[in-house]
Nanobody, 113 residues
Framework: QVQLVESGGGLVQPGGSLRLSCAAS????????MAWHRQAPGKQRELVAN???????YYASSVKGRFTISRDNAKNSVYLQMNSLKSEDTAIYYC???????WGRGTQVTVSS
Protein backbone atom coordinates (compact mmCIF):
# COMPACT_ATOMS: atom_id res chain seq x y z
CA GLN A 1 0.00 0.00 0.00
CA VAL A 2 1.43 3.34 -1.08
CA GLN A 3 1.49 6.11 1.49
CA LEU A 4 2.80 9.65 1.14
CA VAL A 5 2.60 11.61 4.38
CA GLU A 6 3.37 15.31 4.42
CA SER A 7 4.35 17.38 7.45
CA GLY A 8 5.81 20.77 8.27
CA GLY A 9 3.08 23.13 7.15
CA GLY A 10 1.84 26.01 9.25
CA LEU A 11 1.41 29.75 9.58
CA VAL A 12 4.37 31.96 8.77
CA GLN A 13 4.87 35.67 8.20
CA PRO A 14 5.83 37.04 4.78
CA GLY A 15 9.56 36.67 4.29
CA GLY A 16 9.71 33.67 6.58
CA SER A 17 10.68 30.06 5.94
CA LEU A 18 9.17 26.62 6.26
CA ARG A 19 10.45 23.14 5.51
CA LEU A 20 8.00 20.54 4.30
CA SER A 21 8.72 16.83 4.58
CA CYS A 22 7.15 13.86 2.88
CA ALA A 23 7.67 10.29 4.06
CA ALA A 24 6.97 7.67 1.42
CA SER A 25 6.24 3.98 1.80
CA UNK A 26 5.08 1.23 -0.51
CA UNK A 27 7.09 2.42 -3.52
CA UNK A 28 10.62 1.88 -4.82
CA UNK A 29 11.42 5.38 -3.69
CA UNK A 30 14.99 5.70 -4.94
CA UNK A 31 13.91 4.99 -8.52
CA UNK A 32 11.02 7.41 -8.63
CA UNK A 33 10.80 11.07 -9.46
CA MET A 34 9.06 12.86 -6.58
CA ALA A 35 7.20 16.14 -6.75
CA TRP A 36 5.49 18.84 -4.74
CA HIS A 37 2.27 20.34 -6.05
CA ARG A 38 0.11 23.02 -4.46
CA GLN A 39 -3.43 24.28 -4.67
CA ALA A 40 -4.33 27.79 -3.61
CA PRO A 41 -7.92 28.76 -2.76
CA GLY A 42 -9.97 29.10 -5.93
CA LYS A 43 -7.09 28.03 -8.17
CA GLN A 44 -6.06 24.88 -9.97
CA ARG A 45 -3.36 22.62 -8.63
CA GLU A 46 0.08 23.44 -9.94
CA LEU A 47 3.47 21.77 -9.99
CA VAL A 48 5.88 23.50 -7.64
CA ALA A 49 9.02 21.39 -8.04
CA ASN A 50 10.20 17.88 -8.75
CA UNK A 51 13.37 15.87 -8.29
CA UNK A 52 14.48 12.87 -10.32
CA UNK A 53 16.17 9.73 -9.06
CA UNK A 54 19.58 11.20 -9.84
CA UNK A 55 18.77 14.49 -8.16
CA UNK A 56 17.94 16.56 -11.22
CA UNK A 57 15.44 19.22 -10.22
CA TYR A 58 12.75 21.36 -11.81
CA TYR A 59 11.11 24.45 -10.34
CA ALA A 60 8.13 26.50 -11.33
CA SER A 61 9.17 30.01 -12.27
CA SER A 62 7.14 31.43 -9.38
CA VAL A 63 9.31 29.67 -6.78
CA LYS A 64 12.71 29.43 -8.49
CA GLY A 65 15.43 30.89 -6.30
CA ARG A 66 13.26 30.72 -3.18
CA PHE A 67 12.37 27.03 -2.85
CA THR A 68 14.68 24.02 -2.79
CA ILE A 69 13.58 20.43 -3.27
CA SER A 70 15.76 17.61 -1.98
CA ARG A 71 15.53 13.92 -1.20
CA ASP A 72 17.02 11.38 1.17
CA ASN A 73 16.71 7.93 -0.37
CA ALA A 74 17.89 6.26 2.83
CA LYS A 75 14.88 7.73 4.62
CA ASN A 76 12.43 7.43 1.70
CA SER A 77 11.78 11.13 2.13
CA VAL A 78 11.52 14.24 0.01
CA TYR A 79 11.71 17.79 1.31
CA LEU A 80 10.77 21.29 0.23
CA GLN A 81 12.67 24.15 1.81
CA MET A 82 10.68 27.34 1.30
CA ASN A 83 12.35 30.69 1.91
CA SER A 84 11.26 34.28 1.36
CA LEU A 85 7.66 33.19 1.53
CA LYS A 86 4.98 35.41 0.03
CA SER A 87 1.25 35.62 0.62
CA GLU A 88 0.71 34.08 -2.81
CA ASP A 89 2.48 30.93 -1.62
CA THR A 90 -0.50 30.23 0.63
CA ALA A 91 -1.88 26.86 -0.45
CA ILE A 92 -2.24 23.23 0.41
CA TYR A 93 1.01 21.50 -0.55
CA TYR A 94 0.89 17.92 -1.77
CA CYS A 95 3.62 15.32 -2.08
CA UNK A 96 3.20 13.39 -5.34
CA UNK A 97 4.69 10.33 -6.95
CA UNK A 98 4.17 11.13 -10.65
CA UNK A 99 5.10 7.58 -11.71
CA UNK A 100 2.23 5.93 -9.86
CA UNK A 101 0.17 9.13 -9.56
CA UNK A 102 -0.23 8.74 -5.84
CA TRP A 103 -0.88 11.91 -3.85
CA GLY A 104 -0.52 12.62 -0.16
CA ARG A 105 -3.32 14.28 1.79
CA GLY A 106 -1.55 17.61 1.81
CA THR A 107 -0.31 20.09 4.38
CA GLN A 108 -1.57 23.66 4.72
CA VAL A 109 0.87 26.53 4.33
CA THR A 110 -0.44 29.98 5.21
CA VAL A 111 1.68 33.08 4.70
CA SER A 112 0.17 36.03 6.50
CA SER A 113 1.09 38.83 8.86
Amino acid sequence: QVQLVESGGGLVQPGGSLRLSCAASGISFSGHTMAWHRQAPGKQRELVANIGPSGITYYASSVKGRFTISRDNAKNSVYLQMNSLKSEDTAIYYCVDPTSYYWGRGTQVTVSS
